[in-house]
């Protein structure tokens, strides 16, 4: 049972434009969102996080939406940079003090063109 | 600081065979989680370790076990290895278990 759900496995946005990654949970005691960034040979990188009692988290060209009611959160970048392509994760965890268990989605690659 | 760092980076084994899998953490880090990483099944969480207890587990079988040492250097271990079991194993420390964790480059671990 995939608990979290990343259903577009890649996205392809030219340089400059919005990205937006979606990404929906089935676990209503998931309280805790984060996003990862992943290049290839390397582990993924903390981009992002944001905890249920918020609905927007932003972090400079990264801004992260929860929809609690819809179980569905969102990752938006703006402008997009070549340098963003890789692919994004989308985890959660129950409660901010449970981080050192993530539940991951499968991932969505992320191409900007230049 | 340097980072997680995972020890091989990378590994061949043949199916039935045993292998052991190094992580250090961050320094000042205490605890250790780590992840099975497959095209198929994205990522998935194994085991964490706080103060060299076991906090939280996994839905792998008994053959994948950990344990983590007063360094807070840890290890996790696979038992008669299968083919499926060939993957990224990812290890990730955080200060505590209430903070943003960091990954390490992972082991590519090939079985044939």
């Known amino acids: 049972d995939q608990q979290v759900k990343q259903n577009s496995p890649s996205l392809s946005v030219q340089e400059g434009r919005i990205s937006i990654l979606n990404c929906d949970y089935t676990n209503s005691m998931f309280d805790y969102f984060l996003w990862y960034k992943k290049y290839p040979a390397e582990g993924p990188t903390f981009l992002i996080s944001?905890?249920?009692?918020?609905d927007k988290n932003e972090d400079g060209r990264f801004t992260v939406f929860l929809n609690k009611s819809a179980k569905h959160l969102s990752l938006h970048i703006v402008p997009s940079q070549p340098g963003d392509s890789a692919v994004y994760f989308c985890a959660a965890s129950v409660g901010s003090s449970n981080t050192g268990k993530l539940i991951f989605g499968q991932g969505t690659t992320l191409q900007v063109k230049p | 600081k340097a980072g997680v760092t995972q020890t091989p980076r990378y590994l061949i084994k043949t199916r039935g065979q045993q292998v052991t899998l190094s992580c250090s953490p961050i320094?000042?880090?205490?605890?250790v989680s780590w992840y099975q990483q497959t095209p198929g099944q994205g990522l998935q969480f194994l085991f964490e370790?706080?103060?060299?207890?076991?906090?939280n587990k996994g839905n792998f079988p008994g053959r994948f076990s950990g344990r983590q040492f007063s360094n807070s250097r840890s290890e996790m271990n696979v038992s008669t290895l299968e083919l499926g079991d060939s993957a990224l194993y990812l290890c990730a420390s955080s200060p505590q278990a209430t903070d943003t964790q960091y990954f390490g480059p992972g082991t590519r671990l090939t079985v044939l």
């Open positions: 320094s000042g880090h205490r605890s």
């Open positions: 944001i905890s249920s009692i918020k």
């Open positions: 370790y706080f103060s060299e207890t076991q906090r």
